[in-house]
């Protein structure tokens, strides 16, 4: 049932001559737009380029409380801390939704979790990075969930109908999330020379990762033509990528910030920043488990779901006992 154990085999995209009579309907219905439900018919493939997808990113909201849930014991203020608090709440609550959008497709939350606590299942290569200062909670805010909605406000047009819905408030959320990381790291450039060189560390640290977090390019997507076709990539990852720099390069100028980035330059025949070659060695070795905190971060959710194992079985030995005596009530009537 896992999807990552499956290869779907889509580096080359479905072609419609040689697809079945029944996969030609559905892609027809996919060009008119039609949003797919759970209970409608849906190829296999499709089915499971979804669960990956949606496991994957559900995954990434429960990892990513790990990094900001380090700095609530020593957030500076108590308007900062109960602003953090809430703002990894809100990433909870998107892991939850997202793990239903799974269930929808017929695997349950706890394979889903399984899976991640495998090996099986990815998370966002961004989640094993260490958050080093306090203006990474800022930096994390502004470039972390600014790439984040990037990606996901054309998720909300994608074709599976419980993905496209519950990506709709998370953007919302999300939106809220980008602008407490502007405004955190707005209050550090403005403070002290010590404060604006911490937001400097900060987003020298995180600004290359972030722009990992689109993906590999395109030229080596391996899922991307596919789920194009599918409308469940509406945007490539490459495009994304540009659209972040271009939307996130002046908001680093208004800081006073300077993006570590010496091949950074408006390009006006392009109408986009050009920026320096990406180092793809590091972001492979980052989702092949080797990034500087991938154990501890699946180490931290291994113990918790340990730790949470009482609780479940609790809750389903309560729920048989409410159904035993359900029964026999309704069979003393
Ligand atoms: N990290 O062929 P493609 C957030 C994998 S939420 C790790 O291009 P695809 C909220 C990819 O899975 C952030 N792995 O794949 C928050 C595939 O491996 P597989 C998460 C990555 O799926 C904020 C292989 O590389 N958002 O931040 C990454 O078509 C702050 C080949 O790649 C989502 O998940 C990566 N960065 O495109 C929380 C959004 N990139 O599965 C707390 C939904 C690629 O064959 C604090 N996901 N890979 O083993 C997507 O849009 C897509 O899945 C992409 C990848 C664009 C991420």
Redesign the pocket.
């Known amino acids: 049932m896992y999807?990552?154990l499956v290869d779907t085999g889509q580096k080359a995209v479905q072609d419609d001559a040689t697809m079945s009579a029944e996969d030609r309907a559905f892609q027809q219905r996919i060009d008119a737009d039609v949003k797919i439900e759970p209970q409608d018919a849906m190829p296999e493939a499709y089915r499971r380029?979804l669960v990956?997808?949606?496991q994957?990113?559900a995954h990434?909201?429960i990892?990513?409380?790990l990094?900001?849930g380090n700095w609530v014991t020593r957030a500076p203020s108590l308007k900062r801390k109960a602003i953090l608090m809430a703002?990894?709440q809100d990433?909870a609550g998107?892991g939850l939704y997202l793990y239903s959008a799974v269930e929808t497709l017929g695997v349950t939350r706890d394979e889903t979790t399984e899976a991640l606590l495998a090996g099986k299942?990815?998370?966002?290569?961004?989640?094993n990075y260490p958050t080093l200062n306090w203006a990474d909670i800022g930096t994390?805010?502004w470039l972390?969930?600014g790439?984040?909605i990037m990606?996901?406000i054309p998720?909300c047009r994608c074709s599976y109908g419980p993905y496209a819905r519950a990506m709709v408030r998370?953007c919302k959320e999300?939106s809220f999330?980008q602008r407490q990381g502007f405004d955190l790291l707005m209050a550090m450039c403005r403070g002290t020379p010590e404060q604006k060189a911490m937001a400097q560390d900060a987003l020298d640290r995180w600004w290359w990762p972030s722009l990992?977090?689109?993906?590999?390019p395109?030229a080596?997507?391996?899922?991307?033509a596919q789920?194009a076709k599918w409308k469940?990539?509406l945007l490539s990852?490459d495009e994304?990528r540009q659209r972040f720099v271009d939307q996130t390069v002046p908001q680093a100028e208004y800081l006073g910030l300077v993006i570590p980035d010496p091949d950074l330059c408006w390009n006006a025949e392009r109408g986009h920043y050009d920026y320096g070659a990406i180092d793809w060695d590091e972001?492979f070795a980052?989702?092949a488990g080797n990034g500087p905190c991938n154990r501890e971060r699946l180490e931290t959710r291994r113990k918790a779901w340990d730790d949470g194992a009482w609780v479940r079985e609790a809750a389903v030995a309560h729920a048989a006992k409410v159904a035993a005596r359900d029964r026999a009530a309704k069979e003393a009537a």
């Open positions: 999807a990552q380029t990956r997808q949606i994957q990113h990434s909201e990892v990513g409380m990094p900001e703002k990894i990433e998107h299942s990815k998370y966002s290569s961004i989640f994390i805010g972390v969930d790439a984040a990606n996901q998720l998370i999300e999330h990992m977090m689109f993906g590999p395109d080596s997507s391996v899922h991307s789920s469940i990539k990852n994304l972001f980052v989702i």
